[in-house]
């Protein structure tokens, strides 16, 4: 699904190419600051190369998740490839090699050679490395994905309200939070509204860490990429007009750093759930909703009936430029203390943040000891964390394998992943509430309601 700007073909730029991988995640079916959320363990893998390129940090695994797909957009920006060239001593042989393995996953994008309870999103990510550490040999492939790390490492748009779990912003910025499928617009510390949204798939999750919105774009076109898995009633390099019941963007795209945009056209059934490839997704009525909140956040405002005008010429594609950049913090937290209660999401990005020690972290900082509570109530809230535990399809989620990049990491599963095919759904339940008395009055503001529908 189109999740960034127009794409021609795979030798545009690297701004098109990152548009190119989107666009397979946020239409319909056609047949920074890299700063770690307080939910994940920040233990850094150390890379003892000391030459140019990053060490493979816990932080930048979550951030930036290097899949096949993912390599094969990066590898067509020809600036980066001569960098790697060059940093990395690849020859020619190498470098083909590289982009043959990058390419031939994309060419399989799609194929259903898997069940959903045979792929995860650390499969994905496990495949790459090991298919990158048989042509390069593990240090120049571990040296090649943290290059990548840094290369997509999304803008920085400030500095997180602090480092608090669950923290409330005391300025004006967007936050969105994956697995609480939940979007927030706040002004000067103040919820002002909240959206329920669709997410990346687990195979290409939303980033974690600072973007910046500054265009609204009105009535979007969208340009299929020339790519193996655009099929259907569209062409590669042939222009969807804006407004067509083929284009996946809805009326309003807003990006917010590539490859990520915050988009309509989704079905309300697909809020709550998989949506895109790395986008936020909302109805029509919704981000039309979001369009007016932002542009009176920039101090530019529109009305909710001038923003239905543009959408009155489903034709005419407008770029209305912000005043200024509002932040967007993109947030991975599966703990949180909200509105006086303890909510529990599911782990759906597989990064190993329900543990015991999180809890505790999480109910320390709002003053609360887990091993002060009555048996009968911490005996509850251990179950449900053990339940929410598990992966998109219910698979248990190792805590000892945070590291999504590691080799070891859910390695039975990942030799039965053969295709980069989605996950598109959630198996069983998404999240887990508990009342404790103490947390009264305390934590992260609950949803403004009348934000959420599609009406």
Same mark, same amino acid.
């Given at each position: 699904?189109?999740?960034?700007?127009?794409?021609?073909?795979?030798?545009?730029?690297?701004?098109?190419?990152?548009? /190119?991988?989107?666009?397979?995640?946020?239409?319909?079916?056609?047949?920074?600051?890299?700063?770690?959320?307080?939910?994940?363990?920040?233990?850094?893998?150390?890379?003892?190369?000391?030459?140019?390129?990053?060490?493979?940090?816990?932080?930048?695994?979550? *951030?930036?998740?290097?899949?096949?797909?993912?390599?094969?957009?990066?590898?067509?920006?020809?600036?980066?490839?001569?960098?790697?060239?060059?940093?990395?001593?690849?020859? @020619?042989?190498?470098?083909?090699?590289?982009?043959?393995?990058?390419?031939?996953?994309?060419?399989?994008?799609?194929?259903?050679?898997?069940s959903d309870d045979e792929?995860?999103?650390?499969?994905?990510?496990?495949?790459?490395?090991?298919?990158?550490?048989?042509?390069?040999?593990?240090?120049?492939?571990?040296?090649?994905?943290?290059?990548?790390?840094?290369?997509?490492?999304?803008?920085?748009?400030?500095?997180?309200?602090?480092?608090?779990?669950?923290?409330?912003?005391?300025?004006?910025?967007?936050?969105? *939070?994956?697995?609480?499928?939940?979007? @927030?617009?706040?002004?000067?510390?103040?919820?002002?509204?909240?959206?329920?949204i669709g997410i990346g798939?687990?195979?290409?999750?939303?980033?974690?860490?600072?973007?910046?919105?500054?265009?609204?774009?009105?009535?979007?076109?969208?340009?299929?990429?020339?790519?193996?898995?655009?099929?259907?009633?569209?062409?590669?390099?042939?222009?969807?007009?804006?407004?067509?019941?083929?284009?996946?963007?809805? !009326?309003?795209?807003?990006?917010?750093?590539?490859?990520?945009?915050?988009?309509?056209?989704?079905?309300? @059934?697909?809020? &709550?759930?998989?949506?895109?490839?790395?986008?936020?997704?909302?109805?029509?009525?919704?981000?039309?909703?979001?369009?007016?909140?932002?542009?009176?956040?920039?101090?530019?405002?529109?009305?909710?009936?001038?923003?239905?005008?543009?959408?009155?010429?489903?034709?005419?594609?407008?770029?209305?430029?912000?005043?200024?950049?509002?932040?967007?913090?993109?947030?991975?937290?599966?703990?949180?203390?909200? @509105?006086?209660?303890?909510?529990?999401?599911?782990?759906?990005?597989?990064?190993?943040?329900?543990?015991?020690?999180?809890?505790?972290?999480?109910?320390?900082?709002?003053?609360?000891?887990?091993?002060?509570?009555?048996?009968?109530?911490?005996?509850?809230?251990l179950a449900g964390l053990?339940?929410?535990?598990?992966? /998109?399809?219910?698979?248990?989620?190792?805590?000892?394998?945070?590291?999504?990049?590691?080799?070891?990491?859910?390695?039975?599963?990942?030799?039965?992943?053969?295709?980069?095919?989605?996950?598109?759904?959630?198996?069983?339940?998404?999240?887990?509430?508990?009342?404790?008395?103490?947390?009264?009055?305390? &934590?992260?503001?609950? !949803?403004?309601?009348?934000?959420?529908?599609?009406?």
């Amino acid at each position: 699904m189109n999740c960034s700007p127009v794409i021609v073909n795979r030798l545009a730029t690297i701004t098109l190419i990152f548009g /190119a991988l989107a666009l397979t995640s946020c239409q319909p079916e056609l047949n920074n600051n890299n700063i770690a959320p307080p939910n994940v363990a920040t233990t850094n893998t150390t890379n003892t190369n000391t030459n140019s390129a990053p060490a493979v940090t816990e932080k930048a695994a979550f *951030n930036v998740p290097v899949t096949l797909p993912l390599l094969d957009a990066v590898l067509t920006d020809e600036s980066f490839v001569s960098k790697i060239k060059t940093d990395l001593q690849l020859s @020619d042989e190498e470098l083909q090699k590289v982009r043959d393995a990058a390419r031939n996953a994309v060419i399989t994008l799609g194929q259903v050679t898997t069940s959903d309870d045979e792929r995860s999103t650390r499969d994905s990510i496990a495949k790459a490395r090991s298919t990158i550490r048989g042509v390069l040999g593990n240090q120049k492939a571990d040296r090649l994905i943290a290059m990548v790390q840094q290369h997509w490492g999304g803008t920085d748009a400030g500095e997180l309200p602090n480092s608090k779990p669950s923290a409330v912003p005391t300025d004006t910025r967007i936050v969105v *939070n994956a697995p609480a499928y939940r979007m @927030d617009v706040f002004a000067n510390g103040e919820l002002k509204a909240s959206y329920k949204i669709g997410i990346g798939y687990p195979e290409f999750p939303l980033p974690v860490g600072l973007r910046k919105a500054d265009t609204i774009i009105f009535n979007p076109t969208w340009t299929p990429p020339d790519e193996p898995w655009v099929k259907g009633k569209v062409a590669p390099g042939k222009k969807v007009a804006a407004g067509s019941k083929l284009n996946p963007l809805g !009326p309003i795209k807003i990006p917010i750093g590539l490859p990520s945009l915050i988009h309509g056209g989704k079905p309300i @059934d697909r809020l &709550g759930t998989f949506a895109s490839h790395g986008c936020v997704g909302l109805t029509d009525a919704q981000v039309q909703d979001f369009a007016m909140e932002i542009a009176n956040l920039s101090e530019k405002p529109l009305t909710l009936d001038q923003i239905k005008d543009y959408a009155k010429e489903k034709t005419k594609t407008v770029d209305y430029d912000l005043a200024g950049p509002i932040p967007v913090e993109l947030r991975y937290e599966t703990i949180v203390v909200e @509105d006086g209660k303890l909510k529990i999401y599911r782990d759906v990005y597989e990064r190993g943040t329900n543990t015991e020690e999180n809890l505790a972290s999480v109910l320390g900082a709002f003053g609360v000891d887990l091993n002060s509570l009555p048996q009968v109530e911490r005996e509850k809230i251990l179950a449900g964390l053990d339940a929410m535990a598990v992966d /998109a399809v219910g698979k248990p989620v190792e805590a000892s394998a945070t590291n999504s990049n590691s080799t070891n990491s859910n390695s039975n599963n990942s030799k039965k992943n053969t295709s980069e095919k989605v996950t598109r759904n959630i198996k069983g339940k998404k999240e887990m509430v508990f009342q404790i008395t103490a947390l009264t009055g305390k &934590g992260y503001p609950a !949803p403004m309601e009348k934000k959420t529908s599609s009406k």
